[in-house]
């Protein structure tokens, strides 16, 4: 039983390669509290060889099969065993990802660490059941001048390397790891320097829970590390989690040996509030969903659309929400809402985005200002005069910020929702059937109906254009880590 999760995170070896712990040969790094602006820990990070030594040990442990030719129930019971400990930790995971990626500790304890908890038990049974088809499908036979039967085998598809962001560093591990361990895969795992951490914790608690050496690798480090991941041989393939940029670079190093590439990459997510929508009853989800884990979200609904005729009455009802309802601060208080965004760095180019609005004409009529102090804190802010040509309507900023659209009529209203580079996720509110209905004609992945519901496991997440291809969780995202065999023969007339 591992006691002190963050001493063992914080202070040992931060590469695990083949079942061993070793240290990071690579570039040093610091975990900064971005709500205190302290030093956590100090790392060194995996250099190239020891990504190549990561995957030359995945494709051993693969290629030997003692994980894929594990029973479906062996490998459920590990998955299950790893998701108790997760439960069994989650004090201790609760305060760690409070502390290096400062998300509230009431998210934190809910989204971040219980619901991988939830996602590991839910690959437990699909690996029980198998992919949609089975593991083996048998198909109508053939019946003519040659007959035949047909038989097709679905198998795991080999090694795979995940790259997950920092803002859900546990949840965004277990959507990827998850589903590639219940298949029957090998996996190479690569955190943001970021919530490093955070992936150091879980791969001791991965390690307990009996996966065989080799199954299961860890190369934190930057984007030399990425790029061994991304262009190796040995890797069939590339399931990533971050920006648009970065998801395009992926691809281009992942297409020179023809892998397999699942891309979850931005959002700039409308939020269509109908003329039937009751404001009042709309603005507190609408703030919120903006706003959690301080807009650090590529499904954030950062976009809000509302009738022309009506936006001095949700500016109104929106900044009062936000004083009463959305307090930014310390993300370890149980009343907080809004926690600090992961860096100064990143701060600074979000107030950047926001100077450069304000500049063009653009009004911030809520927030906008940081609280004086340590911390990397911007409160929720909401910008109007604009409209959504403007950069801070086309690009992603990672923050509590959104930008509040007009339209005249609802043609215009859809118009504009898809009028964007990204098709991600989007929120209707008002009537439900014509809400629905608005749904149907947005160019998006996922659709919240006014509000909508909590996240589920056993649906696909993923969207069009800049954000993405392919997707993840749900049966559809199981059987991404698959690929398909056909055995054919022939029988007599």
């Known amino acids: 039983m591992i006691d002190d999760l963050f001493a063992r995170a914080s202070q040992g070896p931060s590469v695990h390669v083949g079942g061993g712990w070793e240290s990071g040969r690579g570039a040093a790094f610091e975990s900064i509290d971005p709500a205190t602006e302290e030093a956590l820990a100090r790392?060194?990070?995996?250099?190239?060889?020891?990504?190549?030594?990561a995957i030359t040990a995945a494709r051993r442990s693969f290629d030997a099969g003692e994980w894929r030719a594990a029973s479906p129930e062996q490998r459920a019971g590990v998955l299950r065993r790893l998701a108790?400990?997760?439960d069994e930790h989650a004090d201790q995971l609760t305060e760690l990802v409070v502390r290096e990626v400062g998300s509230p500790v009431g998210l934190a304890r809910t989204l971040q660490v219980a619901q991988p908890a939830i996602n590991f038990r839910w690959f437990a049974d699909a690996a029980l059941r198998g992919p949609r088809g089975g593991y083996q499908e048998r198909l109508p036979g053939i019946?003519?001048?040659?007959s035949s039967e047909s038989l097709l085998l679905r198998e795991p598809i080999g090694v795979v390397s995940a790259i997950v962001?920092?803002?859900?560093?546990?949840?965004?591990i277990s959507w990827k790891v998850a589903p590639a361990l219940a298949a029957g895969c090998s996996v190479v795992l690569l955190p943001s320097p970021r919530g490093t951490l955070s992936a150091l914790a879980f791969v001791h608690l991965a390690a307990e829970a009996g996966l065989p050496p080799g199954v299961l690798n860890l190369v934190p480090g930057g984007a030399d590390v990425g790029e061994v991941l991304t262009t190796h041989p040995g890797v069939d393939m590339v399931s990533f989690?971050?920006?648009s940029a970065v998801g395009a670079t992926v691809m281009a190093q992942a297409a020179a040996t023809h892998k397999k590439v699942v891309l979850e990459l931005g959002g700039k997510s409308p939020n269509i509030l109908l003329p039937s929508a009751d404001l009042a009853t709309a603005v507190g989800p609408s703030i919120l969903r903006f706003c959690r884990n301080a807009g650090q979200g590529c499904g954030a609904t950062t976009r809000i659309l509302v009738p022309h005729d009506r936006i001095d009455e949700f500016l109104d009802l929106a900044a009062g929400f936000i004083e009463e309802r959305v307090p930014t601060g310390d993300p370890s208080d149980e009343r907080t809402e809004v926690g600090p965004l992961i860096s100064a760095e990143h701060l600074a180019r979000v107030l950047g985005c926001l100077d450069r609005t304000v500049a063009a004409g653009g009004r911030i009529a809520v927030g906008g200002e940081r609280p004086v102090g340590k911390g990397w804190f911007l409160p929720p802010t909401l910008v109007t005069g604009v409209d959504n040509s403007a950069e801070i309507s086309r690009e992603e900023l990672?923050?509590?910020?959104?930008?509040?659209?007009p339209y005249r009529d609802v043609d215009e209203a859809v118009a504009i929702a898809n009028d964007s580079p990204y098709g991600l996720n989007a929120?209707?509110?008002g009537d439900h059937a014509e809400a629905v209905a608005v749904a149907r004609r947005l160019d998006t992945g996922t659709v919240a109906?006014?509000?909508g519901g909590p996240m589920r496991a056993d649906v696909p997440w993923g969207g069009s254009k800049r954000s993405g291809t392919g997707v993840e969780m749900g049966e559809d995202g199981f059987l991404e880590f698959f690929r398909v065999k056909h055995l054919n023969w022939q029988v007599p007339a």
């Open 43 to 53: 790392w060194r990070g995996a250099d190239r060889a020891q990504a190549d030594s």
């Open 84 to 86: 108790d400990l997760i």
């Open 143 to 146: 019946r003519g001048a040659v």
């Open 165 to 172: 962001p920092y803002n859900y560093p546990l949840n965004m």
């Open 241 to 243: 989690t971050g920006s």
């Open 398 to 405: 990672f923050a509590p910020v959104a930008v509040v659209l």
């Open 427 to 429: 929120s209707v509110f």
């Open 449 to 451: 109906i006014n509000g």
